[in-house]
């Protein structure tokens, strides 16, 4: 069983494009965020979200928008997609909000902005 | 300069090696974790700590030295199921708000 997962695992898109990428966790947990890995490997977060509240909104181009219909779903979707999208977006989930619990990665979704 | 530096590698090593990855930081953090990520998947908690001194899981142990913003991460017999890249991360809570940090991430590679 797939604790944390992202559809889809990769995305190859247009310049100009509005995408979305789904992530959800069957473990219970009550935090989910975004993370966007560059072609670095540098990994920064995004958002946070806490029972369907955003908690966290790093400073992100507001053509980045995440949507939580439920606790176990973080969406994020993305408007007028530029070159410098492409990268890693990873969900991950964790059972409270604080930094010293475990987050649970999902696999990723790799994002090529052509 | 960033908050949280890192030595990005690549760093190769004869298995059983004793490796040594390392990260400074610039600010005042209160917990401080080691990821391991292998090549195309998410990264995955190791440890994490919130006070200075050693703390040891296994072959791991996470140092974290406050006085000197200094944190390592030593893997004692390394194997070649190690080869991956390490990414050292810090939180604090400042005002209400929080912030998570990661290094850039260090690749390591175990050599049978």
């Known amino acids: 069983d797939t604790a944390v997962s992202q559809t889809p695992k990769y995305l190859v898109t247009q310049m100009g494009n509005d995408k979305s990428i789904k992530c959800e966790q069957n473990l219970g947990h009550d935090t989910m965020y975004w993370y966007k890995q560059d072609s670095k490997k540098f990994l920064k977060i995004m958002f946070s979200?806490?029972?369907?509240?955003?908690?966290i909104n790093e400073t992100v181009p507001n053509r980045f928008s995440p949507k939580s219909p439920d606790k176990a779903h973080l969406n994020l979707h993305i408007n007028s997609l530029e070159l410098g999208d492409s990268a890693v977006y990873f969900c991950a989930s964790s059972q409270d909000q604080g930094w010293s619990d475990t987050q649970y990665f999902g696999p990723g979704t790799r994002l090529t902005v052509l | 300069q960033k908050e949280v530096e890192q030595d990005p590698g690549p760093l190769s090593v004869p298995e059983g090696a004793i490796v040594s990855l390392n990260c400074t930081y610039n600010s005042a953090f209160q917990y401080f974790m080691w990821y391991r990520q292998y090549s195309r998947k998410g990264p995955e908690l190791l440890m994490y700590t919130y006070s200075s001194g050693n703390k040891e899981d296994g072959r791991f142990t996470a140092q974290v030295d406050k006085s000197s913003k200094y944190i390592s991460l030593f893997i004692r017999d390394s194997q070649p199921s190690d080869s991956a890249t390490y990414l050292c991360a810090m939180s604090a809570t400042q005002g209400g708000s929080e912030k998570l940090v990661f290094g850039k991430g260090t690749k390591l590679t175990v050599n049978p």
């Open positions: 979200y806490n029972n369907k509240e955003l908690i």
